[in-house]
């Protein structure tokens, strides 16, 4: 079985600058999500989708960041323009419902430096 | 709202010798407690989780946890520790219900010794 897959893999940009990850989530699961993980921190969730609508994005920053998941399968999250401090790892995530005891499968993530 | 805390940001051990790391919990509902891995330039994957049940929760590798609820705890332990288990480990919480939310503690990084 297909695990989730995220591209690209690193990605070094100048503060302001825009940039956009992609995350294609195991077949037939519901619920994405994606997480911001920075440095000597625990992944922190941005927002989370079931099938192509938003359930919680309250952690967020809406000013800046954007997500969408279009046709309930694949997402896209992107930032603009970039700050110095949303230097992290971005990682995908699915599940097949968002019941709260799911098992979540997590991408191998996008490490972005913003310089 | 619900949260996890995880002491420390290191622990090592020699190989052979039992692996304690320690996660404490606050929610406001009975919650689910999972413990997730990192291993070097991989995704997160599931050791364990409890829901329901038996508070001791068998996971892969060896590993295991006990759902305290009176000291608010799932501790993760594992007799004894052998090279492969160096890698980052998260406890997370979440609640039932539709669309609940998984919040992680802030990771544990386990050094094996040889």
């Known amino acids: 079985e297909a695990g989730v897959a995220q591209s690209p893999r690193y990605k070094i940009i100048e503060k302001r600058q825009s940039v956009a990850f992609w995350c294609n989530p195991i077949?037939?699961?519901?619920?994405l999500y994606w997480y911001q993980q920075i440095l000597g921190q625990g992944p922190k969730l941005l927002i989370q989708?079931?099938?192509?609508?938003?359930?919680?994005d309250s952690q967020l920053p809406k000013d800046r960041f954007s997500a969408e998941r279009l046709k309930g399968v694949d997402s896209t999250l992107k930032i603009q323009p970039a700050k110095l401090e949303d230097s992290a790892v971005y990682l995908c995530?699915?599940?097949?419902?968002?019941?709260?005891?799911?098992?979540?499968?997590f991408g191998s993530g996008t490490q972005l430096s913003v310089l | 709202a619900q949260s996890v805390t995880q002491l420390g940001s290191h622990v090592s051990v020699s190989e052979g010798a039992l692996v304690l790391l320690r996660c404490n919990y606050s929610?406001?509902?009975?919650?689910?407690l999972f413990w997730y891995v990192q291993y070097p330039n991989q995704g997160l994957q599931l050791l364990l989780k409890y829901t329901t049940g038996a508070t001791l929760v068998k996971g892969i590798n060896g590993f295991e946890a006990e759902f305290k609820k009176s000291e608010t705890s799932f501790h993760l332990t594992k007799p004894s520790a052998h090279m492969s288990d160096a890698a980052e480990y998260f406890c997370?919480?979440?609640?039932?219900?539709?669309?609940?939310?998984?919040?992680f503690g802030k990771g544990i990084t386990l050094s094996v010794r040889p």
């Open positions: 929610s406001s509902v009975p919650p689910y």
């Open positions: 997370a919480v979440s609640e039932s219900g539709a669309n609940s939310k998984l919040t």
């Open positions: 995530a699915s599940s097949f419902g968002s019941t709260g005891n799911e098992k979540l499968f």
């Open positions: 989708f079931q099938n192509n609508g938003v359930v919680d």
């Open positions: 077949s037939g699961h519901a619920t």
